[in-house]
């Protein structure tokens, strides 16, 4: 059985009935990582939401999703609260929105551990701390009291996935989580992920429209685009020789973007 | 930091602009805590006994001996002013945390339930509990149970949980659309745990102000209740049935009126400065 199965999923806004994805199939193995790349407005993100059930009240999917053989589609809420955090957990693109502003950082950390883990009072403390040192976060003391604008932009995604690491699950669904952040915070931040991942043994989703990022992130890549997959499969076949003309103008408008002379200072004027 | 800003600014954690006390809330303060301490020396002390009758001192102008002057029986003003002050907070405090308690949970159910149905049958509820006016209500209520402190109590309350219901309901939709209680729920947390984690914390800036403003409603009300006489009945102590009873001889002797009218605009208006200082204090994006 995959950890993750989707087939034939569809999304549509209800009023004015409006169709955002159609016939989407794909599935992960446990351990697993596949990359879903595609422009803004093609419906990764909409995918991401509906695989937990947590598309807004205007939208609604059909077709199939099951994480670890239970399905996501016409589960109830309670049904839904079983797979989430437990079976998958997710992380945003925006780490300061996805954390609560009036909550010190390590009690947001924490939620996540007493619902999953039964822990609390001191053992959830150490708990936490264990997981700043596993995000790379020294400054466990600082950290933990810290509201989440007292941190910097790459700090707020490693307690992001601070906290989805505390849930232990088996799937990482990560919506664009570097894409709010500098280039060189982003090469860090991937590069814990990258880590994390394989030591936790989690299959990861990794959304994003940037290529080089994903290149280095997963080896299966699916490329979409106005809510349909039109092309799949590997990273290095796929930017190899792309065969949808749409993959093809995605790898030409990047490989433009990096092509520019990087001229020193030039962005300080 | 801009020219504009005084030297106290500073941002908070929701990037909200928070300012030294300004002029209104150390007034309302102000106010507020004189009626306060008023009510709490009330209880161990007051110039006289508030029944006791001084006959030869009927309807007395304010003087060294009665400051507040005498009613038509002969009581001490100054004393039954100052017991009166008791039922005041008593009636605010009272209604303000029924309309907070009931109107919260309304709102934040209405804002919180996934099901659209639920959610326009609460609004439909709190637009008509908005123009039911209170005073017909609480006769309602009045009629039903009998008039008694706690009536009033419960009308005010239950007519000021509309305005706080609607409130509740529209910032916590805002609160409950943010990144944050998605990546809770994305992460198992349950829907009343998201209400408590995430959302009171958020909003109850919001609702402090709307609940000054309920208290003021409230006293004000009791004081419109107590003088069509379906307040508190005697021998409880009330500013509102002060002026009723001051009613008939107010052209002859107008004090009877005036001091329990000035000790209602004093404790209204102070709650009211102490409403706005406190919006004041969290700054223009919470207006």
């Given amino acids: ?269 | 930091m801009s020219d504009a800003a005084p030297a106290a600014r500073r941002e908070d954690a929701h990037g909200v602009v928070r300012r030294r006390p300004g002029a209104s809330f150390v007034i309302g303060t102000l106010l507020v805590s004189l009626v306060l301490v008023t009510a709490l020396v009330s209880f161990v002390w007051t110039p006289y006994a508030p029944a006791d009758t001084a006959e030869a001192l009927r309807l007395g102008s304010p003087s060294p001996r009665h400051w507040a002057g005498t009613d038509k029986l002969g009581r001490d003003l100054f004393s039954q002013l100052m017991i009166g002050a008791r039922l005041a907070l008593l009636v605010a405090t009272g209604s303000t945390a029924i309309a907070a308690a009931l109107g919260g949970t309304l709102g934040l159910s209405a804002a919180s339930s996934r099901r659209g149905f639920v959610d326009e049958s609460f609004s439909y509820l709190f637009d008509v509990l908005i123009a039911f006016p209170t005073i017909l209500l609480a006769m309602l209520i009045v009629t039903i149970r009998g008039a008694s402190t706690f009536s009033a109590i419960l009308a005010i309350g239950i007519s000021g949980s509309a305005v706080v219901s609607r409130l509740s309901r529209i910032s916590a939709i805002r609160v409950l659309a943010a990144d944050y209680v998605k990546a809770a729920i994305a992460g198992g947390a349950s829907r009343l745990s998201i209400i408590f984690r995430h959302v009171l914390p958020n909003i109850y800036p919001i609702l402090v102000v709307q609940l000054t403003l309920v208290a003021a409603g409230a006293i004000l009300a009791e004081a419109s209740l107590a003088y069509l006489g379906l307040g508190a009945p005697p021998p409880q102590s009330s500013w509102g049935r002060m002026l009723l009873e001051a009613q008939e001889s107010v052209v002859s002797s107008p004090w009877g009126a005036i001091f329990p009218g000035l000790a209602i605009v004093t404790t209204v208006s102070g709650l009211n400065f102490l409403g706005d200082g406190i919006r004041e204090l969290l700054g223009p994006e919470m207006k």
């Avoid at chain 1, 955090?85 to 939620?111: H, K, T, W, Y």
């Avoid at chain 1, 979409?224 to 093809?248: F, N």
């Fill in chain 1, 1 to 269: 059985m995959k950890l993750l199965d989707v087939e034939n999923l569809a999304i549509s806004f209800l009023n004015p009935e409006r169709v955002l994805l159609q016939g989407v199939s794909f599935d992960l193995e446990r351990g697993g990582r596949l990359g879903l790349i595609g422009e803004s407005g093609s419906g990764k993100s909409i995918t991401a939401l509906s695989l937990l059930g947590l598309l807004p009240e205007s939208m609604r999917a059909s077709g199939r999703i099951t994480i670890a053989g239970v399905n996501v589609i016409g589960s109830s809420e309670r049904e839904l609260t079983a797979i989430r955090g437990a079976r998958a957990a997710m992380i945003f693109q925006e780490p300061l929105s996805a954390l609560d502003p009036l909550m010190r950082v390590g009690r947001q950390i924490a939620g996540p551990l007493r619902l999953h883990q039964g822990l609390s009072g001191a053992a959830a403390r150490r708990e936490v701390f264990s997981l700043l040192d596993r995000v790379r976060l020294s400054d466990h003391e600082r950290i933990y009291n810290s509201f989440p604008h007292e941190l910097s932009g790459g700090q707020r995604q490693r307690v992001a996935l601070a906290m989805a690491l505390g849930c232990e699950s088996e799937l990482l669904i990560a919506d664009e989580p570097t894409t709010a952040l500098d280039v060189t915070v982003q090469a860090e931040v991937l590069s814990l992920l990258d880590e994390l991942v394989t030591s936790e043994g989690m299959a990861l989703l990794f959304i994003t429209h940037d290529l080089p990022v994903i290149s280095r992130i997963t080896r299966r890549l699916l490329v979409m685009q106005d809510g349909r997959i039109v092309e799949s499969g590997t990273t290095a076949k796929i930017l190899s020789s792309p065969a949808h003309p749409y993959t093809a103008g995605l790898l030409e408008s990047a490989r433009r973007v990096t092509a520019v002379p990087y001229v020193r200072g030039a962005g300080t004027q």
